[in-house]
C-alpha cells in the first residue's frame, strides 16, 4: 500500500481519553439516595404483606372463637390494631412513594445540566479538531496523487516526448485520419474519481452512529493477518 492514515495520535488519545464524567457523577449520587429511598419502600411493603397476613390470621382465629365473647373481644381488638398499623404503614409507603418522586424530578434537572456539560466538554474536544483534521487528510490525499502524476510525467525524458508527438502529428500522417487520442493520454490517470471513494451523507451518519458501512479493503484485513503472524 502506497501511503495510509497516521493513527497513532488518535489512538492514544481515544485510549486515555474519558468522557460523560457529569452524568456519571449525577448517576452515583442519585443511586446512592435512590437506593435509601427504596430500601425503606421495600422494608415497608414487606411490612405491609407481613401484616395483611397476621390480619388474615386473626380473623380466622377470631371466627373460631366467636362464641367466647372474651376471646372474640381480643382478636376483635387485635384485628383493630392490625387493621390501624396497615393504614400508618400505607400512609408512610405513599410518602416514600412521594420522595422519591420528588428525587426523579430533581435528577431529571441535574441530569439535564449534566448532559449539556458532557456534551459541550465533547463538542470542543473534536470541534473543530475533527473537521480541520479531515481537511488536512483531503489535502494530503491530494497532494499524494499530484506527487504521482508528477512522478510518472517526469519518467518520460522530453526528447522521447518530443519525438513520439513529431511522428504521431506529422503532417502527412495526419492526412491518414489516425486516431491520435492515445498519444495524448500517456500518463493513465488513477482511478480515484469514482463515486466509490467519496463519503456521503449517509456514510457519516453510519460512522456517527458506530459503524462503518462501506466494504473493509482486503489490504487492510491482510496487514492485520501479517501482524499476527509475525506475532506467533
Given at each position: 500500500?502506497?501511503?495510509?492514515?497516521n493513527?497513532e495520535?488518535l489512538?492514544?488519545f481515544?485510549?486515555?481519553?474519558?468522557?460523560?464524567?457529569e452524568?456519571?457523577?449525577t448517576?452515583?449520587?442519585?443511586?446512592?439516595?435512590?437506593?435509601?429511598i427504596?430500601g425503606r419502600?421495600?422494608?415497608?411493603?414487606?411490612?405491609?404483606?407481613?401484616?395483611?397476613?397476621?390480619?388474615?390470621k386473626?380473623?380466622v382465629?377470631?371466627?373460631?372463637?366467636?362464641?367466647?365473647v372474651?376471646?372474640?373481644?381480643?382478636y376483635?381488638?387485635m384485628?383493630n390494631?392490625?387493621?390501624?398499623q396497615?393504614?400508618?404503614?400505607e400512609?408512610?409507603?405513599?410518602?416514600?412513594?412521594?420522595d422519591?418522586?420528588?428525587l426523579?424530578?430533581?435528577y431529571?434537572?441535574?441530569?439535564?445540566?449534566?448532559?449539556?456539560?458532557?456534551r459541550?466538554?465533547i463538542?470542543r474536544?473534536?470541534?473543530?479538531?475533527?473537521p480541520?483534521?479531515?481537511?488536512?487528510v483531503?489535502?494530503?490525499?491530494?497532494?499524494?496523487?499530484v506527487?504521482?502524476?508528477?512522478?510518472?510525467?517526469?519518467?518520460?525524458p522530453?526528447e522521447?516526448y518530443e519525438?513520439?508527438?513529431?511522428?504521431?502529428?506529422d503532417e502527412k500522417?495526419?492526412?491518414?485520419?489516425?486516431?491520435?487520442?492515445?498519444?495524448?493520454?500517456?500518463?493513465p490517470?488513477?482511478?480515484?474519481?469514482?463515486?466509490?471513494?467519496?463519503?456521503?451523507?449517509r456514510n457519516?451518519?453510519?460512522?456517527?452512529?458506530?459503524?462503518?458501512?462501506?466494504?473493509?479493503?482486503?489490504?487492510?484485513?491482510?496487514?492485520?493477518?501479517?501482524?499476527q503472524?509475525?506475532?506467533?
Amino acid at each position: 500500500m502506497l501511503f495510509s492514515i497516521n493513527r497513532e495520535e488518535l489512538d492514544k488519545f481515544l485510549s486515555e481519553a474519558e468522557f460523560f464524567q457529569e452524568i456519571t457523577k449525577t448517576g452515583q449520587s442519585y443511586r446512592q439516595e435512590a437506593n435509601k429511598i427504596n430500601g425503606r419502600l421495600e422494608t415497608l411493603q414487606e411490612r405491609r404483606e407481613q401484616l395483611s397476613e397476621n390480619l388474615a390470621k386473626t380473623l380466622v382465629e377470631k371466627e373460631m372463637f366467636k362464641d367466647n365473647v372474651d376471646e372474640l373481644l381480643y382478636y376483635t381488638g387485635m384485628a383493630n390494631d392490625i387493621r390501624k398499623q396497615a393504614e400508618t404503614i400505607e400512609f408512610a409507603i405513599a410518602e416514600t412513594e412521594k420522595d422519591l418522586e420528588a428525587l426523579n424530578e430533581e435528577y431529571f434537572h441535574r441530569y439535564k445540566q449534566a448532559v449539556s456539560k458532557d456534551r459541550g466538554e465533547i463538542g470542543r474536544t473534536f470541534n473543530p479538531a475533527v473537521p480541520q483534521a479531515l481537511e488536512v487528510v483531503r489535502y494530503q490525499l491530494l497532494e499524494c496523487l499530484v506527487d504521482i502524476h508528477k512522478y510518472v510525467a517526469s519518467q518520460l525524458p522530453k526528447e522521447e516526448y518530443e519525438t513520439l508527438n513529431s511522428v504521431v502529428f506529422d503532417e502527412k500522417i495526419q492526412e491518414k485520419r489516425y486516431g491520435t487520442l492515445w498519444a495524448n493520454n500517456l500518463i493513465p490517470a488513477v482511478s480515484f474519481a469514482n463515486e466509490d471513494y467519496v463519503i456521503s451523507k449517509r456514510n457519516y451518519s453510519a460512522a456517527k452512529s458506530g459503524y462503518v458501512d462501506v466494504p473493509k479493503p482486503a489490504v487492510i484485513s491482510d496487514k492485520k493477518k501479517e501482524v499476527q503472524t509475525d506475532a506467533k
